[in-house]
């Protein structure tokens, strides 16, 4: 789509009394037009160009139904497929559905041996990851799937980097702490929304409650498969979410003050937020609908590309304890926290958050100062948040107003996150967020 940018400079009161004018504006707007207050979008063109690195998967299939012939894809792995033994990691709650049977047998019928591990739980701890360790290595396994949420995924990026490697765990924490090589890798996400298996992003439970990250281009997995059957089923408070989740590393990748913020990433997620925006409702209240549901998994997997080369910032930072602390599911941490922060970024990022806007609201008045649009743009998203079905503040998943400063001590730790927002947050600026957010 070319932007076509006009002026109204002058002529804002007749535009605003004159009906024919407003209908002319907004027929504009949909058309992805842009008034020239917006220009900062334009601008983009001719922004200060950063070095920077961008790594992703190698390797990203999107098969419908792929997952009943996963085991056909091992023979793209870099393993001498004969003496595949595959750990394939998983949770009950997939088990018990019988998402995995197809792709096991398949597995399996090809004459690949095959270790289960399916004991992952929500927020996965470094405990289960030594486990799966322990039992990969005993089983001899030489290659590992990841088959389900983000803690899955995470967890099979671990015990594919742990099984070959001697350095602890404790020493991986951090941003390119990890050396040494891992074992071949494959992710299968049945949910869309961490973008997991386009990260080298593990994230971890420690003992203390606190959730840790090993992030390295080395856990990047060598194939994605993405396979929307293995979502269709997903209930609608877990399909928004994620969603939810998805469109926060979008939009937290596009504003990230990283020094490796780069064009990839931007371009990343605004075709993330085109496809997350256009069919989350879909997703939700129409789950069969395959399309929906293939542009969702998509959506997530561009925002896990973009975030993964421009971190995420504050609005994960503060989510973070909300589900360690009290066990609330990621996306929904995100949701819940998302409103409050973006409103105390605002000051900062407003022309961003106006160049977003319209990919997640096409309808979106943009004959407006950025400010207003952006000012816009968070309002709407807060009132998604609630006719998706989410939870409408902290007090509603069982905090209590006097946790707050727990939460807002523990979120002073995600360092690795902070430093990307756009706006310093302090431990009192932190409290503030909270409260608004509860
Ligand atoms: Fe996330």
Known sequence: MRWIIYNISGIENYVADCREFRIILNKLSQMGCLPLESAPRSNEKNAKMNDFVFNTTPSIRQILGGAARLGELIKDLPISQ??????FVTDPGIMALGLADAAIENITSLGFKLTLFDKISADPSAESVLSAVEMAKAEGCNCVIGFGGGSSMDVAKMVA??????????EMYGVNMVSGSRLPLMLVPTTAGTGSEVTGISILTTGTAEKKGVVSPVILPDIALLDAE?????????????????????????????????????????????????????????GDNKQARSNMLLGS??????????????????????GSLFHVPHGLSNALVLQSVMRFNASECSDDYAALAPHVFPDINLTQSNQM?????????????????LEAGLRHVGIKESDIEKLATDAMNQTRLLVNNPREVTFDDAVKIYQASY
Do not use: W
């Open 301 to 322: 997997m561009l925002a896990g590309q973009a975030f993964a080369n421009s971190p995420v910032a504050a609005v994960h930072a503060l989510a973070y304890p909300v």
């Open 82 to 87: 004969p003496n595949a033994h595959i750990c």
């Open 230 to 286: 293995l979502t269709m089923g997903l209930p609608a408070h877990v399909t928004a979410a994620t969603g939810v989740d998805a469109m926060v590393h979008a939009i937290e990748a596009y504003t990230s003050r990283s020094a490796n913020n780069n064009p990839i990433s931007k371009m990343l997620a605004l075709k993330a937020l085109d496809l997350l925006g256009a069919n989350i409702r879909m997703a939700v209240f129409e």
């Open 373 to 389: 649009i952006a000012d816009a743009f968070i309002s709407r998203l807060g009132a998604l948040n609630i006719e998706l079905g």
């Open 161 to 170: 980097l742990l099984v070959q490697s001697d350095q602890p765990l404790d």
